[in-house]
């Protein structure tokens, strides 16, 4: 089980629900859309975390940032899907043992997977044993969905002390998503989690005139936040705001809608960040959507205004 530590100043969105409890109740998007965090209960992901454990995850040592950026945040096709490898010829003894099409690949195995055939192939079982599974939890939790993209994000290299965010998919859509997390590390993967984005709009939203974001994208709004307020991704630690936190035991599976919840990845290693694209009319409460909810905040900010004036 998770363990789960409540800060008294957050709002406890926070619930744990079995398989069996999710599936009786029809599924939990209604609670997923309502921002809530939910970690199945009494459930671990039924895979070879020890194929995880012997990857390399030292991202740093690859010299070329734009594909260190990729391996960080890969899909699981880098391992399931593309054109088989070419072997090394039994005439080369220095080349690698498998020679891909695709950069980006052929920098997994050599740096992620040591180069080593064996490595490769026990992280691809593992990979899709967790993607399976993860394809069936997404179907008893979100029965009513259907969904018009999907992304099996996976992360294999280490996480330390990431700054307080909440997710910017840097497009202005109106769609919906879900996610499903799950932790393929053999440690716990620990997250601090604080406030929901519309609620910390609404603390803040005087102070630093975010009203002038009214009708943009809500993304920028999202940036401005993140980068300027937060600390971004250079100047870490800059926030000072209360956190729930929590420690996902090994194989452990959450869902939570990261557009709404903030959270930090303090530590992780290796983990699963399964999403889904929804259109407004898939959702039970259309109204519960990202850029709605952002919408509302200005709306009542400036209600809030008229009244005064």
Same mark, same amino acid.
């Given at each position: 089980?998770?363990?789960?530590?409540?800060?008294?100043?957050?709002?406890d969105?926070?619930?744990?629900?079995?398989?069996g409890?999710?599936?009786?109740?029809?599924?939990?998007?209604?609670?997923?859309?309502?921002?809530?965090?939910?970690v199945l209960? %009494?459930?671990?992901?039924p895979? +070879?975390?020890?194929? =995880? @454990?012997?990857?390399?995850?030292r991202?740093? #040592?690859?010299? &070329?940032?734009?594909i260190?950026?990729?391996?960080?945040k890969?899909?699981?096709?880098?391992?399931?899907?593309?054109?088989?490898?070419?072997?090394r010829?039994?005439?080369?003894?220095?080349g690698?043992?498998?020679?891909?099409?695709?950069?980006?690949?052929?920098?997994v195995? %050599?740096?992620?997977?040591?180069g +080593?055939?064996?490595i =490769? @192939?026990?992280t691809?079982?593992?990979?899709? #044993?967790?993607? &399976?599974e993860?394809?069936?939890?997404f179907?008893?939790?979100?029965?009513?969905?259907?969904?018009?993209?999907?992304?099996p994000?996976?992360?294999?290299?280490?996480?330390?002390?990431e700054?307080?965010?909440?997710?910017?998919?840097s497009?202005?859509d109106?769609?919906h998503q879900?996610?499903?997390?799950?932790?393929?590390?053999?440690?716990?993967?620990?997250w601090?989690v604080?406030?929901?984005?519309?609620?910390?709009?609404?603390?803040?939203y005087?102070?630093?005139?975010?009203?002038?974001?009214a009708g943009?994208?809500?993304?920028?709004?999202?940036?401005?936040?993140?980068?300027d307020?937060?600390?971004?991704?250079?100047?870490t630690?800059?926030?000072?705001?209360?956190?729930?936190?929590i420690?996902?035991?090994?194989?452990e599976?959450?869902?939570?809608?990261?557009?709404?919840?903030s959270?930090?990845?303090f530590?992780?290693?290796?983990?699963?960040?399964?999403?889904?694209f929804?259109?407004?009319?898939d959702?039970?409460?259309?109204?519960?959507?990202?850029?709605?909810?952002?919408?509302?905040?200005?709306?009542d900010?400036?209600?809030?205004?008229s009244y005064?004036?």
């Open positions: 089980m998770a363990r789960v530590d409540r800060h008294p100043e957050v709002k969105y926070i619930v744990e629900m079995t398989l409890e999710i599936q009786a109740r029809g599924g939990v998007a209604d609670l997923s859309e309502d921002g809530q965090l939910i209960a %009494d459930y671990r992901l895979i +070879d975390h020890a194929a =995880f @454990d012997a990857l390399d995850k991202a740093e #040592v690859i010299s &070329d940032l734009g260190r950026r990729k391996v960080k890969l899909t699981d096709d880098a391992f399931l899907a593309g054109k088989p490898p070419r072997r010829s039994i005439f080369d003894r220095t690698p043992a498998r020679v891909f099409n695709d950069r980006l690949r052929q920098t195995f %050599d740096v992620l997977c040591r +080593d055939p064996d =490769f @192939d026990r691809r079982t593992a990979l899709k #044993v967790a993607h &399976d993860m394809l069936r939890i179907g008893i939790c979100f029965p009513s969905y259907n969904p018009f993209r999907f992304i994000s996976i992360r294999l290299t280490q996480t330390l002390f700054n307080l965010h909440w997710d910017n998919h497009i202005d109106d769609f879900a996610r499903l997390f799950g932790n393929l590390d053999a440690r716990p993967r620990i601090h604080s406030h929901h984005s519309d609620d910390y709009l609404r603390l803040i005087d102070e630093f005139d975010l009203g002038r974001f943009k994208d809500p993304n920028l709004l999202l940036e401005y936040i993140h980068a307020l937060l600390g971004g991704l250079t100047d630690w800059m926030e000072h705001l209360p956190k729930h936190k420690a996902f035991e090994s194989g599976v959450w869902s939570g809608e990261s557009r709404l919840i959270h930090q990845i530590y992780g290693e290796a983990a699963a960040v399964f999403m889904w929804m259109k407004a009319t959702m039970v409460n259309p109204k519960n959507r990202f850029n709605e909810r952002v919408a509302a905040v200005h709306r900010m400036a209600g809030r205004r005064h004036t």
